[in-house]
């Protein structure tokens, strides 16, 4: 019997503890995603080397495996100011620490220890995948006329074995729909300059995630995090903004992006010290612009981005 591609439930639980699946359900775990692939099984392979009187191919041992699922989710508010969107478990296990501040907003800041993990079961049309103890990675852009959307990048060990499993009944009632990037919807201010048109920008939290295959202990742990992006912008006169002086002179500033302007369904980012880096100079539609390297530096720690949800 034909299995189709399209056919996907995804969901994603925080875990207690830690590798510890807490099952979660198609009724309050399912994830809304796009452009879902899954790798089920990454790691080494060790070839045996065997002397023999005879060539030929004597195969490999698959060790250290663990598997690996990437995919997108639209960004978007939760629906209501202070609620804590349907995704918020995916960006608690890339790292971030949720604050709820009921009826105002939900923020997400960096942390440097106490890293939460996440359990998700794939589903694609009846075969069900499980990694358990999962930390990632996230990224994001923002291009007119497109949809937003949080790409994760998640690695995790292998949970139950993977099984013919009938498709759960889902709901996806908290995914609310996005609007698209433009001026009436997306405001980006970057050092201070709040009116340069933008072709577009992308952040990506930078995790370093890796697997610990060891005696006695099996883990995907975060070890280190650099915050980058990029942005393109129309190049201006140097009385505007001289980015040539900014980047020269190592000189940091402020970012911030806000998307939507409903209550609800509002996301911003900020950045209270970023770093330009090696510019260069373009054109789009004759027009010249700039790609701007981004580095997002902490300024009192575990703050360089900010996420908030409202």
Same mark, same amino acid.
């Given at each position: 019997?034909?299995?189709?591609?399209?056919?996907?439930?995804?969901?994603?639980?925080?875990?207690?503890?830690?590798?510890?699946?807490?099952?979660?359900?198609?009724?309050?775990?399912?994830?809304?995603?796009?452009?879902?692939?899954?790798?089920?099984?990454?790691?080494?392979?060790?070839?045996?080397?065997?002397?023999?009187?005879?060539? !030929?191919?004597?195969?490999?041992?698959?060790?250290?495996?663990?598997?690996?699922?990437?995919?997108?989710?639209?960004?978007?508010?939760?629906?209501?100011?202070?609620?804590?969107?349907?995704?918020?478990?995916?960006?608690?296990?890339?790292?971030?620490?949720?604050?709820?501040?009921?009826?105002?907003?939900? &923020?997400?800041?960096?942390?440097?220890?106490?890293?939460?993990?996440?359990?998700?079961?794939?589903?694609?049309?009846?075969?069900?995948?499980?990694?358990?103890?999962?930390?990632?990675?996230?990224?994001? &852009?923002?291009?007119?006329?497109?949809?937003?959307?949080?790409?994760?990048?998640?690695?995790?060990?292998?949970?139950?074995?993977?099984?013919?499993?009938?498709?759960?009944?889902?709901?996806?009632?908290?995914?609310?729909?996005?609007?698209?990037?433009?001026?009436?919807? /997306?405001?980006?201010?970057?050092?201070?300059? /709040?009116?340069?048109?933008?072709?577009?920008?992308?952040?990506?939290? !930078?995790?370093?995630?890796?697997?610990?295959?060891?005696?006695?202990?099996?883990?995907?742990?975060?070890?280190?995090?650099?915050?980058?992006?990029?942005?393109?912008?129309?190049?201006?006169?140097?009385?505007?903004?001289?980015?040539?002086?900014?980047?020269?002179?190592? /000189?940091?500033?402020?970012?911030?992006?806000?998307?939507?302007?409903?209550?609800?369904?509002?996301?911003?980012?900020?950045?209270?010290?970023?770093?330009?880096?090696?510019?260069?100079?373009?054109?789009?539609?004759?027009?010249?612009?700039?790609?701007?390297?981004?580095?997002?530096?902490?300024?009192? !720690?575990?703050? &360089?981005?900010?996420?908030?949800?409202?």
């Amino acid at each position: 019997m034909a299995r189709f591609w399209r056919k996907l439930a995804l969901l994603a639980k925080i875990e207690t503890v830690y590798g510890t699946d807490p099952t979660p359900t198609g009724a309050d775990n399912a994830i809304l995603a796009i452009d879902a692939t899954y790798t089920p099984i990454e790691g080494q392979e060790v070839s045996r080397d065997l002397l023999t009187p005879y060539l !030929g191919n004597q195969g490999i041992i698959l060790t250290g495996t663990y598997g690996r699922l990437e995919f997108s989710v639209e960004c978007a508010g939760s629906g209501a100011a202070g609620t804590a969107p349907a995704y918020g478990p995916l960006l608690r296990a890339c790292g971030f620490a949720e604050v709820v501040d009921a009826g105002v907003d939900v &923020e997400y800041a960096p942390v440097s220890a106490a890293f939460e993990s996440v359990t998700l079961w794939y589903n694609r049309d009846g075969v069900k995948h499980a990694l358990v103890g999962a930390r990632g990675n996230v990224t994001i &852009e923002f291009t007119p006329s497109g949809i937003p959307r949080w790409r994760f990048n998640f690695i995790g060990l292998t949970g139950t074995a993977a099984a013919d499993t009938a498709l759960p009944t889902t709901d996806f009632s908290d995914f609310i729909t996005p609007v698209p990037v433009s001026k009436a919807n /997306t405001t980006f201010a970057l050092h201070s300059l /709040t009116t340069g048109p933008t072709e577009r920008l992308s952040i990506d939290l !930078g995790n370093q995630v890796e697997p610990r295959m060891l005696i006695n202990y099996e883990a995907c742990h975060i070890v280190d995090r650099r915050s980058s992006g990029s942005a393109v912008m129309e190049a201006a006169l140097l009385a505007t903004k001289n980015w040539d002086a900014i980047a020269r002179g190592h /000189t940091t500033g402020t970012m911030a992006v806000v998307h939507g302007t409903a209550a609800g369904n509002i996301v911003q980012i900020g950045a209270p010290k970023v770093q330009i880096g090696r510019y260069t100079e373009g054109q789009t539609q004759g027009i010249m612009n700039n790609t701007l390297p981004l580095m997002f530096l902490p300024d009192e !720690g575990d703050d &360089e981005l900010l996420i908030t949800v409202k």
